[in-house]
């Protein structure tokens, strides 16, 4: 039977997809997204963050076929052409990328935060974003990239 | 190679449970971890994997009625976010919300908690709290068991192949109630328990629970600390009597091992704070 679920807004369909795989493994070596990562592999890190359905997951602990018949939306199903999505805006703005391993999983980790809290304290930041481990930047830069974000996607405009 | 199957009801799950060498997905933070070991080391897969996290008789949550019930489906993040669980089960609603990050309370859930047989599960011991009696089901037909005679050792448990666990019938104590977890970790979020603790107070002291997480092979109350707690006074000096009471259990189980050193204070600690603070809760109910 093939696995079928919507990526990024299109449907895909893969043959032979072993119950052990991955959601990571599939969307990196099968359909070519390498923007999620694998850092750690075992839920620490948070480098491989990829919303399902909406909600942030860590997907090396998901199995490719619990995505069946389920929206998956990885990094790159977020900017409209040339347009970065406001998230990633807010990212590029204050900063917050230094070697940009970790950043794929920080915005979408963000996404599903401000889906909940359009306006998060930095309180409600830090905590959702705990999941997500920076090596170079620190996490000052981070936490004012999500309220940037959230900003932008209140379309409200530039922080003052 | 392991195979994949999503059963739609309870029934299609243990037909499929019931096949050799089958193991449950009932949330995968746990299993894909063994999974990706096991594949690393070339040792076995299983060769079916049932997914049960879209049963939605899992997904059961009744607060209201005499008859209390968690599914074993329910999300950490559902018990953290849920107003229900909030109101009803603090205890466990604070416990879900200290599991792992955001993304593994998303898809780890109580079930998958307590077969996993963590000493360390944060889950397990606001579920001990509230006196919670697995339901599993197999083919043969449904057993019922307490937490604490589930988990034999770390990581180990009663569940047979061929079982799944359904969900809890819980007991919360008499309202008006506090109910408090605490625990103790190497970092503030995202850490391993080295210690939780799960207390419940009622106003009459006359059922108080105090569970000590991740210090024992298996879970349990300290019954002789909710001893003390019933005969004693409310107030700082009964919290701090639990303290002590319940580190010298601790030692008195576990030996003096080099870890007490740290523990035996950090215990004593713990359980006053939480009771303290349950008993705050209380009076701010009633």
């Known amino acids: 039977m093939p696995l079928k679920f919507t990526l990024n807004g299109k449907e895909v369909c893969l043959e032979d997809v072993p119950g052990e795989a991955t959601l990571l493994e599939v969307l990196r070596r099968k359909l070519g997204m390498l923007g999620a990562k694998e850092g750690c592999g075992v839920g620490e890190c948070g480098a491989c963050t990829v919303l399902l359905d909406g909600k942030a997951v860590d997907s090396c602990l998901t199995a490719a076929w619990q995505a069946a018949g389920r929206e998956v939306t990885t990094v790159e199903g977020l900017a409209q052409g040339e347009t970065l999505h406001p998230m990633q805006q807010g990212f590029a703005d204050t900063g917050a990328v230094q070697c940009g391993f970790c950043t794929p999983g920080m915005i979408l980790t963000a996404l599903d935060l401000v889906e909940q809290a359009p306006k998060p304290s930095d309180q409600e930041i830090r905590r959702a974003m705990s999941g997500n481990l920076c090596r170079c930047t620190g996490y000052h830069d981070v936490v004012r990239a999500v309220r940037r974000g959230a900003k932008y996607m209140r379309g409200e405009g530039e922080e003052q | 190679m392991s195979r994949f199957l999503t059963p739609a009801t309870v029934q299609e799950a243990l037909e499929a449970l019931a096949q050799p060498g089958a193991k449950v997905l009932a949330g995968g933070t746990d299993l894909m971890i063994f999974l990706r070991q096991a594949r690393m080391n070339g040792a076995e897969l299983p060769e079916l994997l049932v997914d049960v996290t879209r049963l939605p008789e899992l997904k059961r949550l009744e607060l209201d009625g005499p008859g209390c019930?968690?599914?074993?489906?329910?999300?950490?993040?559902?018990?953290?976010?849920?107003?229900?669980?909030?109101?009803?089960?603090?205890?466990?609603?604070?416990?879900?919300?200290m599991v792992g990050s955001m993304q593994v309370r998303q898809t780890g859930t109580i079930g998958g908690n307590v077969a996993n047989g963590s000493p360390a599960a944060d889950g397990m011991s606001a579920l001990v709290a509230l006196d919670a009696v697995a339901e599993i089901a197999s083919l043969e037909g449904v057993r019922h068991c307490p937490l604490s005679e589930l988990i034999t050792a770390p990581n180990q448990t009663t569940l047979t192949p061929g079982e799944?666990?359904?969900?809890?019938?819980?007991?919360?104590?008499?309202?008006?109630?506090?109910?408090v977890f605490l625990k103790v970790g190497r970092r503030h979020e995202v850490a391993v328990s080295r210690l939780n603790l799960a207390a419940c107070l009622d106003r009459d002291l006359a059922d108080p629970r105090v569970v000590l997480g991740s210090c024992f092979p298996s879970p349990r109350r300290l019954a002789d600390v909710e001893a003390l707690i019933k005969n004693g006074k409310p107030g700082p000096a009964l919290w701090q009597a639990a303290g002590e009471q319940a580190a010298g259990h601790f030692t008195d189980v576990c030996g003096w091992r080099s870890s007490a050193t740290y523990k035996v204070p950090a215990i004593t600690r713990i359980t006053a704070r939480a009771l303290k603070r349950a008993w705050a809760q209380l009076e701010d109910r009633s």
């Open chain 2, 69 to 97: 019930y968690l599914g074993a489906g329910l999300t950490f993040r559902f018990l953290d976010e849920s107003p229900e669980a909030r109101r009803h089960i603090p205890v466990l609603a604070q416990a879900a919300s």
């Open chain 2, 164 to 179: 799944l666990i359904l969900g809890y019938a819980i007991t919360p104590p008499p309202e008006p109630e506090g109910q």
